[in-house]
């Protein structure tokens, strides 16, 4: 790791964060792309770089660690199916609605005003309104 | 007996890519993946039996011996997880193919289930903390498939909360993995074990954090769980039952198996797991209380008893682990068959709106009996399983001295009774409006026969795990001895 | 004792599921587990009466030492007793008190049955917490039978109510057995009573048991939900709210005072709760109209005085409670049935509107004459004994303030006598009077008109809409219940049939002979009593005590009352504060308001709906818990170094490109700068000795890029603006915020790195054992080989999902791609064709080398199917999906679907022969193009890979590749 190169994830991870919080899908995932390339950054950053670790070519001593570079290739290619995805629910969204917006979830909508109890409420009331004779 | 442990990832995966290929037939498609699941039922029995008598099975893939390979280890906690699972994955299987509805008839509703059959397997089972995120990735792809099979506007919009929410797990967890590897050079959980010891405290406790927020995610503890009552309840209902029922435990899974294996105790954040757990048992019971439909009253709910076996997990005793693998296991079960009841009714009511439906105490007795015993034992009511998961927990929490918790847990569990309450009042008991006209059920038992059964297997199961909570429990006291000894572990995957 | 418990288990679930078509006689059937028990019970008399107790035990949770314990001892003769006997004779009641065609009878026989199990199991439990999950039971079975009427409103509300109530009770009583079973080292009572713990937990977990009898057994400020349960029907009111199941608190209560009593916060709260709810409850009876509510209120009043005689923990006061227990449950039950029969013969139950009952019913009338004089503590009845019995306990108790509670006891018991006289009167006296048309003293007669709702006083009468609490808001609930059917009053009902009466008279009759002969009480009082507290003297149950202060206090009692009802009218006003005092049902409205609120606000706060802030939380959660549990413990490793300056270009080009994504308003360009992120990453890769990866993401890159673009060709070019600055500026800081996070984390994640990295030995055995020089690719199909299936089961999933939704809508026969015509034949130039088919079968054929030569030089499955992947992005621009459809042969799905397959049957085809699974074979043959090459079924695998990686593209531009048919419109 170099401060270059931690530098560079960190810039990637604020960035792509910063377009994950938005609310056009489009956005999201080029976020969430640059995120998963500073965590690719960090993964080949967290071991010895150097050679490409193909045996006969060069001295062993000075290659980089090949298993970190494994883990990324798996990381990106799983990445890329998964942005296809993502990328269809995006194309889908534009079929329904002409936009990738991310809207907001409709159950959640005026919880907070909402009176749940109601019913229970008003058979109490009932209850304690003829238990009061007199 | 080693070769029983990678049949319940390698089987789906090749039932898999043999429903891709009859894609052509959908009755080959359910005979390939009932077939597959039926005996993955069988494996996971046997697998469990293996691991309780002559104790945890390791398995190389590859042959390559751990730490520089995969290795497969099969525990108590993951064979008996492993158990339910695929009984769940099972009787969720068999409703869907009995529900009527476009999404189970798609090409790739089979395969996706299979792979996240293989994804639930492959999390339970790997010691290898790099496989684990493969594996979730294959659980959580074969998710977001199976959420938006169909396409529908809702599906579509709650699948991007879901898959983005997801996928910064996933990220973040790739994220944890380079600094374990650059801080350790391995990724073989058994290795971290032994190296993560010789850690600086503060990067190592930094570690075990960012490893909870990453399958605190997944297993929808606060603050992290916002996502789950918005996703869940859009999927098609055999679809909700098993991501509740399972996706949620693999998250706790995880966090148990992180934080008890490979970090030692002083790092342990138990303090942080205890606040978390509060706050994530009081929003989600106070979630299912505000809410007026069947499956988002549901879905608080799992929230809420996730943050049981948090605090279970907390407490860091033999005895609560132990009260936490029993509740894992009586809540997969009771969660899941929930979920299908809720989706019958939704089916004999043509709404799971509590304030559209009502009287099915009468329409459908039999569904009602169901969702009663379900939902008392959900809320803990003896002597039902839920009792016993609640007993457990309340028992070893005040043995530890930790009375506020402790309070605040049952409190919880009085407002669990009264969200099931108002939906059997609201269901099943009050007559419903004269706006809606139900359509009246096919019969006395509330649904297709293919439906009915599964979830009647599903509750008598939890039925039987309360009967035969004395050697489950027991079990999972063993389980839990495994758990807390760590170096038990180690010396099993890498030899003493 | 256990087969018993099993027997009303099997009966009751029977009961419940087939009594349908039993009609009445599910009761008759209901009655036989009952007399059963009483029979046996009967049998073991003997037994106990000399003192022994039978134990019997199953284990149930050994690990938690959680098993069924019972005890037979003298108390839970008694209370067993009781139970059943009562038992039969409501059932016997009930077989005649229901319509024969009447609704769900099964179903309520099959609950009273369960319910008894139930209560039978709470008396006989010898381990507190069998007893609290019978105590559940009993609280669950009284919610389902008081909702037994669950299309009335009323009936709901009263069963959540109780529900609710004894719920909390219960759960409080769990805590506080927990606790008082830790600190005692076991769960048996027998044991916790040996053991006699005490200490903070201790008196913490006394108030909370205490609590939760209360509830049970409804003391102030508990009590409402009792007479709210008279919902219920009128044999289950009879049974569950005044026999049994309100005489479980007071049970424990009677089980562990002898033991705690002593201790610091039992008689406090005992008594006083007692005492408020003996006087309080009287004062409300008096002024009920409904006799049912009467009666129920009644009960608050004796369980307050039962609470007080059994709490204070004396012997006196307890022997005297335990004839008062018996003595209440004989005549209370009675006084029921009998209100249960005029109900169901005249149709009302209210005092104001009972008409004159003609001398048919003077058997009825010396029923509740019997059960009157018992209720009144008029000599000759039992509860005359008990009266005499508490007065000289109390007067002779020593523990402090004895004589207010002696005062209280005094007081109530007036009430009692007053109450009993109004409920002659209104029921039997005084219809007659006002018939014969003298002026009847008509107690309760007011002046102000009585509100709508107390019309309502018997279940069987519908809610009227006009309730002005309904009016507040119309509800489906309150709109059927004008179905329900109109009782009218009879003005000459016809007198009930003897079979009708005869349960009430029987257990009237109970209560007369130990009312005449209470010695025959004798032994079993004293073994019940022994239970507690070792030997006592013997108890011996008189009609006379001699002259003496409690004779007194029993004179003063009956004038006092009679007294009482005599001047009502003037003391009626006096009295009227006493409705006023805060009785728990408005503090429990209350709370269930509060509760309503405080979950809609919360739940609106956390759960908004908006991705945006779920994302933001989550980010700003995982960047601050590891950084504050980093800083907790930190130590600086240092500043790392720069870094070779070759790297500095490709750093900024990664991170010029990067905001330029965030940056720019049109998605086009965002998605190129992507691409351009994508390949300074493909850069930085080739500079760190990664080629491989650096191969994959480039090849990576063009697709995304390609597919990003063919999504976005649909899209709306650009993106406006429209989030507020604050929302900006809160993006803002989290971002930076998570950008800190992963800086400090990574620095110092770096600066410590003990051991050699695992991959040492994969990089000595790649070649001796994988047969492969390029490590990485060895890593990727053998040592991890695992992960890679995972990761393309991963993307054959995702392509699925993908082609799904994307073609959601318009699929034929389900989900298979359709060809569409092909339309751009013609306009195609032939030399873009040739070339870009040459183009095209050479990059095939490379991509082919690189995976076969992967395992040696960098390549492999993944590059070699990418770049295959990219010709047929080559193909796809030159001629557009149906160029792609027509040159693949086979159908994308068969592609995918062949190379899953290859792959993970090569991971298990091993297990077969014994092998580990993705265990590898290794074949040495010969290749054109590659040479000589050791080939292992690593191979095989990575061919998968490859497949499955076309197979993907193909599907990718099965998904996007053409013109959506139908979009919603604009």
Not at chain 2, 168 to 182: G, H, N, P
Not at chain 2, 278 to 306: E, K, N, P, Y
Not at chain 3, 160 to 176: C, E, I, K, P, S
Not at chain 3, 601 to 622: D, E, W
Request: charged content about 15%; some cysteine; hydrophobic content about 55%.
């Amino acid at each position: 790791m170099t401060l270059m190169l931690a530098t560079a994830a960190a810039g990637l991870f604020g960035v792509g964060t910063y377009l994950l919080l938005q609310r056009k899908l489009s956005r999201i995932i080029i976020g969430l792309s640059l995120l998963t390339h500073g965590a690719n950054i960090l993964l080949i950053t967290s071991s010895r770089r150097g050679d490409a670790p193909i045996i006969g070519a060069g001295g062993e001593e000075r290659f980089a660690d090949p298993l970190p570079q494994a883990l990324a290739l798996t990381a990106i290619v799983i990445n890329f199916g998964v942005a296809m995805l993502l990328l269809a629910l995006a194309y889908r969204s534009w079929i329904l609605t002409h936009d990738d917006e991310v809207q907001d979830d409709v159950g959640d909508r005026g919880i907070a005003k909402s009176d749940v109890v109601h019913d229970e409420v008003a058979d109490q009331q009932q209850v304690i309104a003829r238990e009061e004779t007199s | 007996m080693s070769w029983l442990v990678p049949l319940p990832i390698v089987l789906p995966l090749v039932g898999a890519a043999v429903s891709v290929l009859v894609g052509r037939s959908r009755s080959a498609q359910r005979v390939v993946g009932i077939s597959v699941l039926a005996t993955l039922v069988v494996v996971a029995v046997a697998l469990l039996v293996e691991v309780d008598t002559n104790g945890t099975v390791v398995t190389e893939a590859g042959g390559w011996a751990g730490p520089m390979g995969i290795t497969l280890v099969a525990d108590r906690f993951a064979a008996i997880l492993l158990v339910v699972a695929e009984l769940t994955l099972f009787a969720v299987l068999v409703y869907a193919i009995g529900e009527p509805g476009a999404e189970r008839n798609h090409v790739g509703f089979q395969s996706a289930y299979l792979v996240l059959a293989a994804g639930v397997a492959a999390s339970f089972l790997t010691g290898d903390l790099f496989n684990l995120f493969v594996a979730f990735e294959m659980m959580l792809t074969a998710s977001y498939v199976l959420l938006t099979l169909g396409g529908r506007h809702d599906q579509v919009r709650s699948g991007m909360t879901y898959v983005v929410i997801s996928l910064i797990a996933s990220t973040l967890f790739v994220t944890a993995l380079a600094f374990v590897y650059s801080t350790t050079g391995t990724v073989n959980m058994a290795d971290l074990a032994g190296r993560l010891e010789e850690l600086p405290p503060g990067i190592r406790s930094a570690l075990a954090v960012l490893l909870l927020v990453v399958f605190g995610i997944k297993a929808a503890i606060f603050p992290l769980f916002f996502w789950l009552p918005d996703s869940y309840p859009t999927a098609p209902s055999p679809i909700t039952a098993v991501f509740a029922g399972l996706l949620t435990k693999v998250g706790v899974y995880a966090i148990v198996r992180t934080q008890l294996l490979l970090f030692p105790e002083e790092t342990r954040p138990a303090t942080l797991l205890l606040v978390l757990a509060a706050c994530t048992m009081v929003v989600g019971v106070l979630g299912a209380i505000a809410q007026d439909d069947i499956r988002r009253i549901l879905s608080f709910t799992i929230v809420s008893q996730i943050g049981y076996m948090i605090m279970g997990l907390g407490f860091f005793t033999v005895a609560a682990v132990a009260a936490v693998v029993f509740s894992i296991v009586h809540h997969i079960v009771v969660k899941t068959a929930l979920f299908m009841i809720g989706g019958l009714v939704d089916h004999a009511a043509g709404s799971s709106r509590l304030s559209r439906i009502g009287g099915m105490v009468r329409t459908t007795p039999f569904l009602a009996t169901l969702f009663l015993v379900s939902a008392l034992s959900l809320a803990g009511i003896p002597p039902l399983s839920g009792f016993v998961s609640k007993f457990a927990l309340i028992d070893a929490g005040f043995a530890d001295r930790q009375y506020a918790v402790v309070a605040t847990s049952i409190v919880v569990s009085l407002l669990t009774l009264f969200a099931m309450t108002r939906i059997w009042m609201g269901a099943f008991w009050s007559p419903p409006e004269e706006a809606t006209v139900a359509p009246p059920p096919p019969n006395r038992s509330g649904g297709p026969v293919l439906m009915v059964v599964p979830t009647t297997v599903l509750v008598l199961c939890s039925l039987g795990v309360a009967a035969a909570a004395g050697p489950i429990y027991a079990l999972s006291e063993r389980a839990a001895e495994d758990l807390m000894d760590r170096h038990a572990y180690v010396a099993e995957v890498l030899g003493p | 004792m256990i087969l018993l418990l099993a027997a009303f288990a099997v009966v009751g679930l029977a009961l419940v599921a087939f009594g349908a078509r039993l009609g009445r006689r599910a009761f008759l059937v209901g009655a036989l587990p009952m007399a059963a028990t009483a029979a046996w019970v009967a049998t073991r008399l003997p037994d106990v009466t000399d003192g022994t107790t039978r134990h019997e035990s199953v284990g149930w949770v050994g690990g938690l030492g959680l098993a069924v314990d019972l005890h037979l001892d003298g108390f839970a003769t008694t209370m067993t007793l009781i139970v059943t006997v009562v038992g039969v004779a409501v059932l016997l009641y009930a077989s005649r008190y229901f319509a024969p065609d009447a609704r769900d009878l099964g179903r309520l026989a099959g609950l009273l049955v369960l319910f008894a199990g139930s209560m039978v199991g709470l008396v006989l439990a010898d381990h507190v917490i069998v007893l609290y999950a019978c105590w559940e039971l009993t609280s669950i079975t009284s919610f389902l039978l008081i909702g037994n009427r669950h299309d009335q409103a009323r009936a709901r509300a009263a069963a959540l109510h109780a529900l609710l109530v004894t719920g909390a009770g219960g759960l409080a009583l769990l805590g506080g057995l927990v606790l008082l079973g830790q600190a005692a080292g076991t769960y048996r009572l027998e044991g916790i009573l040996a053991a006699a713990p005490s200490g903070t937990a201790v008196t913490v977990a006394l108030v909370l048991v205490l609590v939760g009898a209360c509830t049970k057994s409804a003391q102030y400020p508990f009590h409402a939900w009792l007479p709210g349960a008279m919902a219920a029907p009128t044999p289950v009111s009879a049974y569950l709210h005044s026999a049994t199941m309100v005489k479980a608190g007071v049970f424990l209560v009677a089980r562990l005072a002898p033991v705690f009593a002593t201790q610091a916060p039992w008689r406090p709260v005992v008594l006083a709760a007692g005492c408020a709810t003996l006087v309080f409850g009287g004062l409300r009876a008096l002024r009920q109209h409904d006799l049912k509510l009467l009666l129920a209120f009644g009960t608050v009043s004796q369980l307050g005085l039962m609470m007080v005689l059994f709490g204070a923990g004396t012997p006196a006061t307890t022997t005297a409670g335990w004839v008062l227990l018996i003595a209440h449950a004989a005549f209370k039950c009675t006084l029921f049935m009998v209100v249960g029969v005029i109900d169901h013969q005249s149709g009302t139950r209210d005092i104001r509107k009972l008409p004159a009952l003609r001398d048919g019913w003077r058997p009825l009338e010396l029923v509740a004459l019997l059960a009157l004089v018992s209720m009144a503590g008029i000599p000759l009845g039992a509860g005359f004994v008990a009266k005499e019995l508490s007065y000289e306990a109390l007067d002779e108790a020593t523990f402090l303030g004895h004589e207010v509670v002696l005062v209280a006891a005094i007081v109530g018991s007036m009430l009692t006598v007053a109450y009993a006289t109004r409920f002659y009167t209104g029921a039997f006296a005084g219809p007659r009077r006002r018939a014969a048309g003298e002026p009847a003293p008509l107690p309760g007669e007011t002046h102000r008109d009585p509100s709508p709702t107390t019309e309502l006083s018997d279940p069987t009468l519908p809610i009227e809409p006009v309730d002005p609490v309904v009016v507040v808001k119309p509800r489906a609930h309150a709109l059927t219940n004008t179905t329900a059917e109109v009782a009218v009053v009879d003005p000459d009902p016809a007198p009930p049939a003897p079979s009708f009466v005869a349960p009430a008279a029987a257990l009237a009759l109970v209560g007369v002979v130990l009312g005449v002969v209470p010695g025959l009480g004798d032994k079993l009082a004293t073994v019940s009593l022994e239970d507690f507290r070792g030997s006592v003297p013997a108890v011996h149950l008189a009609v006379w005590h001699g002259f003496g202060a409690p004779l007194l206090y029993s004179a003063l009692t009956l004038a006092g009352g009679f007294a009482i009802w005599a001047a009502d009218r003037r003391v009626r006003p006096r009295l009227a504060w006493a409705s006023k005092v805060p009785s728990g049902a408005e503090v429990y409205l209350a709370a269930l308001r509060a509760l309503g609120i405080v979950s809609t606000r919360v739940t609106g706060f956390v759960q908004n709906g908006s991705l945006p802030v779920y994302a933001g939380v989550i980010a700003a959660t995982a960047a601050a818990l590891p950084v504050a549990a980093l800083l907790a413990g930190w130590d600086w490793p240092g500043w790392p170094r720069l870094g070779p300056k070759r790297e500095a270009p490709v750093v900024i080009v990664l991170l010029t490109a990067a905001l330029g994504a965030a940056l720019v308003r049109k998605r086009f360009s965002a998605a190129i700068f992507l691409g351009v992120v994508g390949y300074a990453m493909a850069g930085l890769f080739v500079l760190s000795g990664a080629p491989d990866l650096a191969l994959t993401q480039a090849a990576v890159e063009t697709l995304s890029t390609v597919v990003f673009v063919l999504v976005l060709r649909n899209l709306p070019e650009r993106f406006e603006r429209q989030s507020t600055p604050g929302r900006r500026i809160g993006r803002l800081l989290i971002a930076a915020g998570v950008a800190a996070a992963v800086f400090v984390l990574a620095l110092t994640s770096a600066g410590v790195r003990l051991g050699n990295p695992v991959s040492e030995e994969m990089v000595d055995r790649a070649v001796p054992d994988g047969h492969g020089r390029n490590v990485v690719n060895v890593i990727l199909v053998d040592f991890r080989g695992f992960d890679t299936a995972a990761e393309i089961t991963v993307l054959t999933v995702a392509s699925i999902g993908a082609v799904a939704l994307a073609r959601a809508g318009r699929r034929r026969r389900d989900g298979e791609p359709v060809p569409a015509a092909n339309t751009e034949e013609v306009r195609r130039l032939v030399f873009v064709d040739v070339s870009v088919r040459v183009v095209f079968h050479a990059v095939l054929m490379l991509s082919l080398w690189l995976l076969f030569a992967g395992h040696n030089q960098p390549g492999g499955g993944f590059v070699g199917g990418l770049l295959a992947g990219s010709a047929i992005a080559l193909r796809y621009v030159a001629g557009g999906i149906d160029e792609v459809r027509g040159r693949a042969r086979f159908r994308p799905w068969t592609v995918l679907g062949t190379g899953l397959l290859l792959s993970s049957s090569t991971v298990a085809a091993p297990l077969l022969f014994g092998g580990a699974v993705l265990e590898s074979a290794v074949a040495s043959l010969d290749l054109p193009l590659v040479g000589e090459v050791d080939v292992n079924s690593a191979l095989a695998f990575d061919v998968g890979v490859y497949l499955v990686v076309i197979g993907m593209v193909l599907m990718a531009f099965e998904a996007f590749g053409e013109e959506p048919k139908e979009v919603a419109p604009r």
